[in-house]
């Protein structure tokens, strides 16, 4: 199956007929033979042109983050090929992303570098939670990444960069939206740059009466959310720069029991993110940082207002890297790092147990990154890790690339990547001694994957992109459960499962009309015994989005439009534990921005327009047509 996979990517490459996954960025006339597209930090543990990448990336800028005037990161990411997003109801409820096919805590997330990944939550992001109030840029590198990126790179890394991430002389802003069920949206921002310093402030706070996310009863969930952010850059010396950046947030989401039927349940969130940097020039061709970023996530649950359980977690991560250039175009980085991960849980001891427990693991790593360009047409790049876990045994990871310019306009690329997935502290540790028993025995998952894509500018006004992978997950780890279904635990698979599918991109602009288009399709499979093989749950094999912008009124206003497909998928029935499958479903949401002054913007905007029923989690309801208008003042 293998061979044919790849003998079919080979002779779409040799047709010249594919496509691939590129920039979701708007076209420019500087587009073609001389442009670069830079990768901010995912690429590379240094910054690395996209020509040198060989890897699958998707890059969404801020010019169209302000045409969708998105509020949810879902609301975003939803179509781009490759993710599939698992959402347990309305704003505010767990939207869990899968990447390629993989877990949701198979995926890293970052703001502003800071990996935000949440132990006490089994390693995953809960995208709700993520407001896009101050985010500048998002990138998507696809595809096993913990050379670069530690434990849990296994689908890919997303960065969320914003303004704290990038302060500029940019002007400061004031946003006000309303819409139906009393949503409301208030951020502030300010920055200033100074003779040899910038700083960057915000402000937003978020809240919404919600919908019944059951599918029963009319009670409805609510949701507010309020955070601050900071972001400074100083030149300390001609030679040393001071970066930092901190991200707080708090919040509390109401939510309802798998039963399913209304429940008065709520939880409450606080989070604190960021990072120090210090950088040093020795010379034109070669710099050193040292830095320390913290990840700090407390969740306290509650069933009415009794307190039901808290989860606290802690990564701190320490490193030290230099990077040095030794020929035209080509680098070679080495780096350090120190991970100290905490784990406390809370929750009344009763019949089945004493939930409560603190641990606590460490991991030293060393890597390095180099990129090679031996010929104009050609460049290698190769990361390779190894971590030193006080849990587990030893691990390594490694990612080599080449990169091909066949043509000025077309560039083809091959890579083969192993990622590692540590166990969650719920993995090892268990929940209850009567309901969910850790495995201490449990080890690494590990990743193999092979990949192959292409990068095509067809014109200056259009390009493709395509990439095709094919992954062998060994020693999965999955839940297993007593005859009874009382009692659960986690094991190692015995046997490998396996991930493959082809991606494909296609953006233009035509009368200064923007558009773009992505389809992906994911098989994503683990064994079933001598029963042969089983589709994971929560992962749909085919995704689409089609995305339109539109300028109107000489410029002065924008028309955007996002179509995005989710196709069909399985789940488990948590009432019955038996398979079902959850329709495929289309979401159309659509954004009517006008500028009154340079100052003033207001716009209106539709989420889930044509008001479908979905469900991306059996038993919760997706989230309902929301229609705000809003405004915007820069000063």
Same mark, same amino acid.
């Given at each position: 199956?293998?061979?044919?996979?790849?003998?079919?990517?080979?002779?779409?490459?040799?047709?010249?007929?594919?496509?691939?996954?590129?920039?979701?960025?708007?076209?420019?006339?500087?587009?073609?033979?001389?442009?670069?597209?830079?990768?901010?930090?995912?690429?590379?543990?240094?910054?690395?042109?996209?020509?040198?990448?060989?890897?699958?990336?998707?890059?969404?800028?801020?010019?169209?983050?302000?045409?969708?005037?998105?509020?949810?990161?879902?609301?975003?990411?939803?179509?781009?090929?490759? #993710?599939?997003?698992?959402?347990?109801?309305?704003?505010?409820?767990?939207?869990?992303?899968?990447?390629?096919?993989?877990?949701?805590?198979?995926?890293?997330?970052?703001?502003?570098?800071?990996?935000?990944?949440?132990?006490?939550?089994?390693?995953?992001?809960?995208?709700?939670?993520?407001?896009?109030?101050?985010?500048?840029?998002?990138?998507?590198?696809?595809?096993?990444?913990?050379?670069?990126?530690?434990?849990?790179?296994?689908?890919?890394?997303?960065?969320?960069?914003?303004?704290?991430?990038?302060?500029?002389?940019?002007?400061?802003?004031?946003?006000?939206?309303?819409?139906?069920?009393?949503?409301?949206?208030?951020?502030?921002?300010?920055?200033?740059?100074?003779?040899?310093?910038?700083?960057?402030? =915000?402000?937003?706070?978020?809240?919404?009466?919600?919908?019944?996310?059951?599918?029963?009863?009319?009670?409805?969930?609510?949701?507010?959310?309020?955070?601050?952010?900071?972001?400074?850059?100083?030149?300390?010396?001609?030679?040393?720069?001071?970066?930092?950046?901190?991200?707080?947030?708090?919040?509390?989401?109401?939510? *309802?029991?798998?039963?399913?039927?209304?429940?008065?349940? =709520?939880?409450?969130?606080?989070?604190?993110?960021?990072?120090?940097?210090?950088?040093?020039?020795?010379?034109?061709?070669?710099? =050193?940082?040292?830095?320390?970023?913290?990840?700090?996530?407390?969740?306290?649950?509650?069933?009415?207002?009794?307190?039901?359980?808290?989860?606290?977690?802690?990564?701190?991560?320490?490193?030290?890297?230099?990077?040095?250039?030794?020929?035209?175009? =080509?680098?070679?980085?080495?780096?350090?790092?120190?991970?100290?991960?905490?784990?406390?849980?809370?929750?009344?001891?009763?019949?089945?147990?004493?939930?409560?427990?603190?641990?606590?693991?460490?991991?030293?790593?060393?890597?390095?990154?180099?990129?090679?360009?031996?010929?104009?047409?050609?460049?290698?790049?190769?990361?390779?890790?190894?971590?030193?876990?006080?849990?587990?045994?030893?691990?390594?990871?490694?990612?080599?690339?080449?990169?091909?310019?066949?043509?000025?306009?077309?560039?083809?690329?091959?890579?083969?990547?192993?990622?590692?997935?540590?166990?969650?502290?719920?993995?090892?540790?268990?929940?209850?001694?009567?309901?969910?028993?850790?495995?201490?025995?449990?080890?690494?998952?590990?990743?193999?994957?092979?990949?192959?894509?292409?990068?095509?500018?067809?014109?200056?006004? #259009?390009?493709?992109?395509?990439?095709?992978?094919?992954?062998?997950?060994?020693?999965?780890?999955?839940?297993?459960?007593?005859?009874?279904?009382?009692?659960?635990?986690?094991?190692?698979?015995?046997?490998?499962?396996?991930?493959?599918?082809?991606? #494909?991109?296609?953006?233009?602009?035509?009368?200064?009309?923007?558009?773009?288009?992505?389809?992906?399709?994911?098989?994503?499979?683990?064994?079933?015994?001598?029963?042969?093989?089983?589709?994971?749950?929560?992962?749909?094999?085919?995704?689409?989005?089609?995305?339109?912008?539109?300028?109107?009124?000489?410029?002065?206003?924008?028309?955007?439009?996002?179509?995005?497909?989710?196709?069909?998928?399985?789940?488990?029935?948590?009432?019955?534990?038996?398979?079902?499958?959850?329709?495929?479903?289309?979401?159309?949401?659509?954004?009517?921005?006008? *500028?009154?002054?340079?100052?003033?913007?207001?716009?209106?905007?539709?989420?889930?327009?044509?008001?479908?029923?979905?469900?991306?989690?059996?038993?919760?309801?997706?989230?309902?047509?929301?229609?705000?208008?809003?405004?915007?003042?820069?000063?």
């Amino acid at each position: 199956m293998t061979s044919k996979f790849f003998t079919l990517a080979a002779s779409l490459i040799a047709i010249h007929t594919t496509t691939s996954a590129t920039a979701q960025s708007q076209p420019s006339d500087s587009q073609g033979t001389d442009a670069v597209e830079t990768i901010v930090i995912t690429g590379a543990r240094s910054p690395i042109n996209q020509q040198d990448l060989a890897a699958s990336v998707s890059i969404i800028d801020q010019q169209l983050i302000s045409a969708s005037q998105a509020t949810d990161m879902a609301d975003l990411l939803r179509g781009v090929a490759g #993710l599939s997003f698992s959402q347990s109801g309305g704003p505010g409820a767990l939207n869990e992303l899968r990447m390629r096919g993989n877990e949701s805590n198979h995926v890293v997330v970052m703001i502003d570098g800071v990996p935000v990944n949440d132990a006490g939550q089994a390693d995953i992001v809960d995208f709700a939670h993520i407001n896009l109030s101050q985010v500048q840029r998002v990138e998507i590198l696809k595809g096993p990444q913990s050379a670069l990126w530690g434990s849990g790179a296994v689908g890919g890394v997303i960065n969320i960069v914003t303004q704290a991430g990038l302060p500029s002389e940019g002007p400061s802003t004031v946003r006000l939206e309303a819409g139906e069920s009393n949503s409301q949206r208030l951020e502030g921002s300010y920055q200033q740059r100074f003779e040899d310093s910038a700083i960057s402030l =915000s402000a937003f706070y978020r809240q919404t009466d919600g919908q019944n996310i059951a599918l029963t009863g009319n009670e409805k969930d609510g949701y507010r959310l309020f955070g601050l952010s900071a972001g400074g850059q100083w030149l300390l010396s001609p030679n040393w720069t001071l970066n930092s950046q901190w991200h707080y947030s708090t919040g509390r989401n109401e939510f *309802d029991n798998y039963v399913p039927a209304d429940a008065d349940n =709520s939880n409450h969130l606080e989070k604190l993110t960021g990072r120090l940097v210090l950088r040093q020039n020795h010379t034109a061709d070669w710099y =050193s940082q040292w830095g320390v970023s913290i990840n700090d996530q407390r969740n306290r649950a509650y069933a009415s207002t009794a307190f039901s359980n808290t989860t606290d977690s802690r990564a701190t991560r320490w490193f030290a890297q230099t990077t040095a250039q030794f020929a035209e175009g =080509s680098r070679l980085t080495g780096a350090v790092e120190h991970l100290a991960q905490d784990f406390e849980q809370q929750a009344p001891a009763s019949f089945f147990g004493d939930p409560n427990q603190q641990q606590r693991q460490h991991t030293n790593s060393v890597l390095i990154d180099g990129l090679w360009r031996f010929a104009p047409q050609w460049s290698t790049t190769l990361s390779a890790r190894h971590d030193s876990n006080s849990v587990f045994d030893n691990g390594n990871s490694y990612r080599l690339g080449v990169s091909w310019q066949i043509m000025p306009r077309l560039r083809i690329y091959v890579s083969q990547s192993r990622a590692i997935k540590n166990p969650t502290f719920t993995e090892l540790f268990g929940y209850t001694p009567a309901n969910f028993i850790g495995n201490p025995d449990l080890q690494p998952e590990r990743a193999d994957s092979t990949e192959i894509g292409l990068n095509w500018d067809i014109s200056q006004h #259009l390009s493709a992109q395509m990439s095709l992978y094919d992954t062998k997950l060994e020693d999965e780890i999955q839940t297993v459960y007593s005859s009874d279904y009382t009692t659960s635990s986690a094991i190692n698979q015995s046997d490998n499962s396996r991930r493959k599918g082809i991606e #494909l991109a296609l953006s233009g602009e035509w009368a200064d009309v923007f558009w773009s288009a992505e389809f992906a399709y994911t098989d994503a499979e683990q064994p079933l015994g001598m029963d042969g093989w089983q589709v994971e749950p929560r992962r749909a094999k085919r995704t689409a989005a089609l995305s339109v912008t539109v300028p109107l009124w000489d410029d002065k206003g924008t028309w955007y439009t996002r179509l995005s497909y989710q196709g069909p998928q399985q789940d488990t029935d948590f009432n019955t534990f038996s398979e079902v499958t959850l329709g495929g479903y289309g979401l159309l949401n659509t954004t009517l921005s006008y *500028d009154q002054t340079a100052q003033l913007q207001w716009y209106v905007k539709a989420t889930n327009l044509l008001d479908k029923d979905y469900q991306d989690v059996a038993g919760y309801q997706g989230q309902h047509r929301n229609i705000s208008v809003g405004g915007r003042y820069r000063f």
